[in-house]
């Protein structure tokens, strides 16, 4: 098979690699689609050190599945499928509790590098992480179960209710879901601040209102656009200004979720945490439930979803997409690789 192997920094290639197969209780999978997470972009650039060469990323995917390896039923040869890209213990506490995520031996298809992930024409990954996707949904919005997911988590960890306030802080895909997660749960007041003009044209078509927070101070735009101080602030973007930003907008007594991961370490305002006693609350990743709840939905095959790719590139044209993006040639928000391309 081809697969695009991260030789690194800046240095990514498509190379011949060996098929992959199913041993007991995996299965193969034929890779369609497989979006370049900001994760990725980082790793390719050298800066978050989670990314080692030789290794093939990859976790936004959607795929069919091609084999069944023994010992493995209740899939069908064919089906559209997701992967849930987490593989945990099964019997810590953590995961006894549905925190798989959390589990202390836990590994991530596309972030461990003895894993052959998604960046390839195949790849084999446990039954147990294999989540269906109905044949009606277009193709591509499965590759976007994953982030959507860490959105959905995201939300969740800041206990948001129909009745908060919300801003986003960072419009890009994290941001997004987000903010389509937030509105799920019956949100009406939601805005996402973007300084960058194209993400803000994004949000602005699939109906979510938009800040630019170079243009004015966000509490007075807050105050415009939502009538008030946000009650749950998401920092979709993990910097020390952005975090400023969002403990600034924060109204008092209430919530701030740190799910950006830009920097590695960011310096906080602590009066604007203990002053004004605000809860600065962290997510990671997503739980596999919240991770199926986020296939249930992208599986009733919401419309806006389209407009949230902006990119289609085949394996042999990856690693100039790679480039651009990590460079900033490339403004696009989402792009997604498609192995059969090319
Ligand atoms: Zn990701
Ligand atoms: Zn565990």
Same mark, same amino acid.
């Given at each position: 098979?081809?697969?695009?192997?991260?030789?690194?920094?800046?240095?990514?290639?498509?190379?011949?690699?060996?098929?992959?197969?199913? $041993?007991? !209780?995996?299965?193969?999978?034929?890779?369609?689609?497989? $979006?370049?997470? $900001?994760?990725?972009? /980082?790793?390719?650039?050298?800066?978050?050190?989670?990314?080692?060469?030789?290794?093939?990323?990859? /976790?936004?995917?959607? $795929?069919?599945?091609?084999?069944?390896?023994?010992?493995?039923?209740?899939?069908?040869?064919?089906?559209?499928?997701?992967? /849930?890209?987490?593989?945990?213990?099964?019997?810590?506490?953590?995961?006894?509790?549905?925190?798989?995520?959390?589990?202390?031996?836990?590994?991530?298809?596309?972030?461990?590098?003895?894993?052959?992930?998604?960046?390839?024409?195949?790849?084999?990954?446990?039954?147990?992480?294999?989540?269906?996707?109905?044949?009606?949904?277009?193709?591509?919005?499965?590759?976007?179960?994953?982030?959507?997911?860490? !959105?959905?988590?995201?939300?969740?960890? !800041?206990?948001?209710?129909?009745?908060d306030t919300v801003l986003v802080v960072g419009g890009?895909?994290?941001g997004?879901?987000?903010?389509?997660?937030?509105?799920?749960?019956?949100?009406?007041r939601i805005a996402v601040s973007e300084p960058?003009?194209?993400?803000r044209?994004?949000?602005?078509?699939?109906?979510?209102a938009t800040m630019d927070p170079t243009a004015a101070a966000l509490a007075d735009q807050a105050a415009e656009v939502l009538g008030g101080a946000p009650t749950l602030v998401i920092d979709a973007v993990?910097s020390s200004r952005s975090l400023a930003d969002a403990l600034a907008v924060c109204a008092a007594g209430e919530r701030v979720v740190?799910?950006?991961?830009?920097?590695?370490?960011?310096?906080v305002s602590?009066y604007s945490v203990?002053l004004e006693e605000r809860s600065l609350? !962290?997510?990671?990743?997503?739980?596999?439930?919240?991770?199926?709840?986020?296939?249930?939905?992208?599986?009733?095959?919401?419309?806006?979803?389209?407009?949230?790719?902006?990119?289609?590139?085949?394996?042999?044209?990856?690693?100039?997409?790679?480039?651009?993006?990590?460079?900033?040639?490339?403004?696009?928000?989402?792009?997604?690789?498609?192995?059969?391309?090319?």
């Open positions: 098979m081809r697969a695009l192997v991260f030789r690194g920094p800046w240095d990514i290639a498509v190379e011949e690699r060996q098929d992959p197969e199913a $041993g007991p !209780g995996e299965v193969l999978v034929e890779v369609l689609s497989t $979006g370049i997470c $900001g994760s990725d972009l /980082h790793g390719y650039t050298g800066e978050n050190g989670r990314r080692f060469p030789g290794q093939v990323m990859g /976790h936004e995917t959607v $795929g069919r599945v091609a084999a069944l390896g023994p010992e493995v039923t209740g899939i069908a040869v064919g089906a559209l499928i997701t992967v /849930h890209p987490v593989l945990s213990c099964g019997a810590c506490p953590a995961c006894a509790a549905g925190l798989d995520h959390r589990c202390p031996t836990k590994r991530i298809i596309g972030v461990d590098p003895a894993i052959s992930a998604a960046f390839a024409e195949l790849m084999v990954v446990p039954a147990a992480n294999v989540v269906p996707l109905p044949e009606n949904v277009p193709v591509e919005y499965g590759a976007l179960v994953e982030p959507l997911a860490v !959105g959905h988590h995201a939300v969740e960890r !800041g206990r948001c209710g129909s009745d890009g895909p994290i997004q879901a987000c903010a389509l997660a937030v509105r799920r749960l019956g949100v009406t960058h003009a194209g993400r044209s994004l949000l602005d078509d699939i109906g979510v993990g740190l799910v950006g991961m830009h920097e590695p370490r960011v310096s602590a203990s609350v !962290g997510s990671y990743c997503y739980t596999g439930t919240h991770f199926r709840e986020t296939a249930a939905w992208v599986g009733s095959a919401p419309p806006e979803l389209a407009r949230l790719i902006e990119g289609r590139v085949s394996l042999v044209d990856a690693p100039e997409a790679f480039r651009a993006l990590a460079n900033g040639d490339d403004g696009s928000s989402k792009v997604l690789v498609l192995p059969d391309r090319g």
